[in-house]
Structure formats: C-alpha cells, structure tokens
C-alpha cells in the first residue's frame, strides 16, 4: 500500500491511522518506505505519524542531531501534539534521544532499534565513495543480515545522494555531530519505558551497544532478533511489530 506524502509549509510528513500517536524517526540514510510494515500494522489501532527529517536541506552549520530535535520539536508544537510515543531507528533513534532529554514531559515512551548515540560504525567504517555503485551496493549490504534486502531500488537512492557534494557535506557533518552528542550520561536520568529492539547481526550499532542501552535505562527491556541487522523492522517485520506491540499494549492497554 502507498501512503500520502502531506506537505504543510516546510513539513512534510506521512499520517495514517487514529488513536494514540507514535512518531517514527527514520535514520541518515533511511527512506519512509523503511516503515512500511508498521504503518500497515499499527495504523489500524494507532496514530502513525512519519515526519520526514531536512538531513539534506539544513543550513550546512545547523547540520546535527541536535537541530534535527529542534525540528522535530517543532513539528510536534505545529500539530499541536499531546504526549507522544517516539520510535526511532539508526540516527532517528539518537534524535529521539537528544528530543527526549529536552522535552521528557512530551514523550509517553521510547522504542530504539540500531539507535546510535552511545556508538555506531557507519556505512562500515569508511568515507562513502561518490561515483562507485558496486562500492555504495557493498556498504548498503553492510546493513543488513541478508544482502538482498538491499533492493536496488535502495541502493540506487543512497549511490544518488552519495553523489551528491552537499549532501555529502550534510552527512559529514551529521556523523560529527552524532559522534560529539554521546547520550550516555543522560540516558540514566530518562525514566519514560522503554523497548530496545536489536538485531544479533547488527554490524553498525552492535548487540554490545543495546546491551549498554539497556544497562543505562532505568526501565527498560532488551530484545534481540537473530538473522537481522541494523534495520529490524526491515528484516524481521513480524517478530519487530510483535515485540512492538505487545510493548505498546503496556503502555496503551486495549479498552476492554
């Protein structure tokens, strides 16, 4: 199913569903496309609301996790938002982060996967290289578990904006800044739930660094996923949106 892309003003978001809202925060390189399955499986009971992040059309020296918060924060005012249900993934799971810690009264609970903001070795270590498909279809490969799920359709997206000088920019700075923002010492003092969803064979934000999420959280829970990667919701759609589910059920329990 296709899902409409609203525009209002410089916002443009996805909204589907009615209930209680969950935001969902994509990472550098991740499409909305990336959530499919959990709009299709929560939209019938919640709220989904997929903002679409300005990674590549903020002013080069605002370019950081913490301006991507700013905005997020910003939306969540245009919308007139009450208490919200924050999932975020890779980067989108550090701006969650970074929101949280200055708007804790605005977030119901947390749900991380592959979040970075303690560690992450992105796109495997190395600086991505413009004009070098076959080099932009191994590091996207790197992602996941299993090669395939990188679809040539998301190859092709992420060897476009590698091409791409200012986005380029754009991401140089993003990593340097997620690098300086390290949330560890904040983490202990988020009391919200909250669900950490990791895959086994995350090779970006290894099962190392959920295990120290976990550890830092005063109320928290740990679920890994084997055969998986840095995107769970990707790889492994039905035990991801049922981990999810049943944490959200706590959360929000069904009206009997």
């Known amino acids: 199913m296709e899902y409409q892309l609203k525009v209002e003003g410089k916002f443009k978001y996805i909204d589907e569903g009615q209930g209680e809202i969950i935001v969902l925060l994509h990472g550098l390189f991740g499409a909305l496309s990336n959530w499919r399955s959990v709009i299709d499986y929560f939209s019938p009971r919640y709220r989904i609301v997929i903002p679409l992040m300005p990674i590549y059309e903020m002013p080069i020296l605002s370019t950081s996790a913490e301006g991507l918060a700013d905005f997020i924060n910003e939306f969540i005012?245009?919308?007139?938002?009450?208490?919200?249900?924050l999932l975020g993934n890779s980067l989108g799971g550090h701006v969650a982060l970074i929101y949280t810690k200055k708007h804790l009264e605005m977030v119901k609970c947390l749900a991380l996967t592959g979040s970075s903001g303690l560690y992450e070795n992105a796109m495997g270590g190395s600086f991505p290289k413009r004009g070098d498909y076959e080099y932009i279809k191994k590091k996207v490969e790197y992602t996941f578990y299993a090669p395939e799920t990188a679809t040539k359709e998301l190859v092709d997206e992420v060897?476009?904006?590698?091409?791409?000088?200012?986005?380029?920019?754009?991401?140089l700075s993003m990593a340097k800044s997620a690098i300086r923002h390290n949330m560890r010492k904040d983490i202990p003092?988020?009391?919200?739930?909250t669900c950490l969803i990791w895959g086994l064979n995350d090779k970006v934000t290894p099962p190392e660094v959920g295990e120290e999420f976990h550890t830092l959280f005063p109320d928290s829970e740990l679920h890994f996923l084997d055969k998986c990667g840095h995107a769970p919701m990707m790889e492994q759609p039905e035990a991801f949106n049922k981990i999810l589910d049943t944490f959200l059920n706590r959360i929000y329990p069904p009206i009997k």
């Open 77 to 85: 005012k245009y919308k007139g938002f009450g208490k919200v249900a």
């Open 159 to 171: 060897y476009s904006i590698t091409n791409d000088r200012n986005k380029i920019l754009r991401i």
């Open 189 to 193: 003092k988020f009391t919200i739930p």
